[in-house]
């Protein structure tokens, strides 16, 4: 299986910080991995997918970046809403795999 | 697009349960949709998949392989986990999410299973 680790598993920073969240696989995964979103009580929210493609209705301060094994999502100026728990997800192969998230929360 | 989540509730460990998932505002038949669970407090971890079709190709996580089984009705738009021989840690909020291939791009609120006696 793919193991996806994430870092920081947490960080603290305020409104307006430029924030940059690293996902690494275990193995090459060209540039299947998404990024997903979930607020506190939410459910999940995909944000990115093939690494760099914004989904649709997605505000464009988020962006990813990376192929192979390492990825990067940013969020260049962080708004209140944006204080939640990120998470990477490969779609390289079954079982998929989920990085194990990385809390994003006010300093 | 809308999916929602049905069947949770408390069973005891040994148990059986299933879960439902009923979706609206997409030609369901032609995603593949997925189940993942999150248990309290703890990340979020992929269950299941099975693809378009009537006879959608099925893989499951390695931790409910052979005790779960997923199926689909394109009839009802709705997608089914049926869970056997549950355990303590089988306790999580189980999401549906229509799956763009493996991009999980839409997510139901979740349903909440808990495995305990």
């Known amino acids: 299986d793919i193991q996806m680790t994430q870092s920081p598993s947490s960080l603290s920073a305020s409104v307006g910080d430029r924030v940059t969240i690293t996902c690494r696989a275990s193995q090459n995964i060209k540039s299947h991995l998404n990024w997903y979103q979930q607020q506190p009580g939410k459910a999940p929210k995909l944000l990115i997918y093939a690494a760099s493609s914004l989904q649709g209705g997605v505000p464009s301060r988020f962006s990813g970046s990376g192929s192979g094994t390492t990825f990067t999502l940013t969020i260049s100026r962080l708004q209140p809403e944006d204080f939640a728990t990120y998470y990477c997800?490969?779609?390289?192969?079954?079982?998929?795999?989920f990085g194990g998230g990385t809390k994003v929360d006010i300093k | 697009v809308q999916v929602a989540e049905s069947g949770g509730g408390v069973v005891q460990p040994g148990g059986s349960l299933r879960l439902s998932c009923a979706t609206s505002?997409?030609?369901?038949?032609?995603?593949?949709m997925h189940w993942a669970r999150q248990a309290p407090g703890k990340g979020l971890e992929w269950v299941s998949v099975i693809l378009y079709g009537d006879g959608g190709d099925k893989y499951y996580g390695d931790s409910v392989k052979g005790r779960f089984t997923i199926s689909r009705d394109n009839s009802k738009n709705t997608v089914y986990l049926q869970m056997e021989r549950l355990r303590p840690d089988d306790t999580a909020v189980y999401y549906c999410?229509?799956?763009?291939?493996?991009?999980?791009?839409?997510w139901g609120q979740g349903t909440l299973v808990t495995v305990s006696s």
């Open positions: 505002g997409f030609t369901f038949s032609i995603y593949a």
């Open positions: 997800q490969q779609s390289h192969g079954t079982p998929l795999t």
């Open positions: 999410a229509r799956g763009s291939g493996y991009d999980l791009d839409s």
